[in-house]
T-cell receptor, first 115, second 113 residues
């Protein structure tokens, strides 16, 4: 079955280190998204991509970067991890080819702790 | 900018009863989509129901239905015959024509046996 996966599921790192979170989907979806979830804020959009080589900044993009070299993957990189980036990170994807394919499907999440 | 407001941080309901979760949103767009997602303790985000703004008919999915009031910018979720497995965080989400999602802060629902 097609799916969306994230790795690692749990990560502990130190401030200042570079961290990359992986997201992989097998639906051949055009659109991919990264969110962070924090108490009291719901999910907030970090970056998103509408296709290969396309990336866009979301609401809370500072300190994060993404690249889209193929359809299946959208890795999220924290350039220099900060304690404020301790959060749960969700990747999502959607078909992007028109209604009714706009629903976003989420990965299982990655818990990141920055010490 | 779009905003989504869920004014009920926590709610509880007796098993087999009906509960309604509220959601309001603010947008200047006329064409958009609305969603309810469920997040159980496993943290997985699960789609519950979706509504296209151009459709007047309220969406239903088994025990889940919505009351979509476009003029009032309101999108409530009704869960009928509540089950213990419905215990979760519920997020209302708005999607604009640019495929960007905006989420509310969530409502924690507890189903009491």
């Amino acid at each position: 079955d097609a799916e969306i996966t994230q790795s690692p599921r749990h990560k502990i790192t130190e401030t200042g280190r570079q961290v990359t979170l992986a997201c992989h989907q097998t639906w051949n979806h055009n659109n991919m998204f990264w969110y962070r979830q924090d108490l009291g804020h719901g999910l907030r959009l970090i970056h998103y991509s509408y296709g290969v080589q396309d990336t866009n900044k979301g609401e809370v993009s500072d300190g994060y970067s993404v690249s889209r070299s193929n359809t299946e993957d959208l890795p999220l990189t924290l350039e220099s991890a900060a304690s404020s980036q301790t959060s749960v990170y969700f990747c999502a994807s959607s078909d992007g080819r028109g209604d009714p394919q706009e629903t976003q499907y989420f990965g299982p999440g990655t818990r990141l702790l920055v010490l | 900018a779009q905003t989504v407001t869920q004014s009920q941080p926590e709610m509880s309901v007796q098993e087999a009863e009906t509960v309604t979760l509220s959601c309001t949103y603010d947008t200047s767009e006329s064409n958009y989509y609305l969603f309810w997602y469920k997040q159980p303790p496993s943290r997985q985000m699960i789609l519950v129901i979706r509504q296209e703004a151009y459709k007047q008919q309220n969406a239903t999915e088994n025990r889940f239905s919505v009351n979509f009031q476009k003029a009032a910018k309101s999108f409530s979720l009704k869960i009928s015959d509540s089950q213990l497995g419905d215990t979760a965080m519920y997020f209302c989400a708005f999607m604009n024509t640019g495929n960007q999602f905006y989420f509310g802060t969530g409502t924690s629902l507890t189903v009491i046996p």
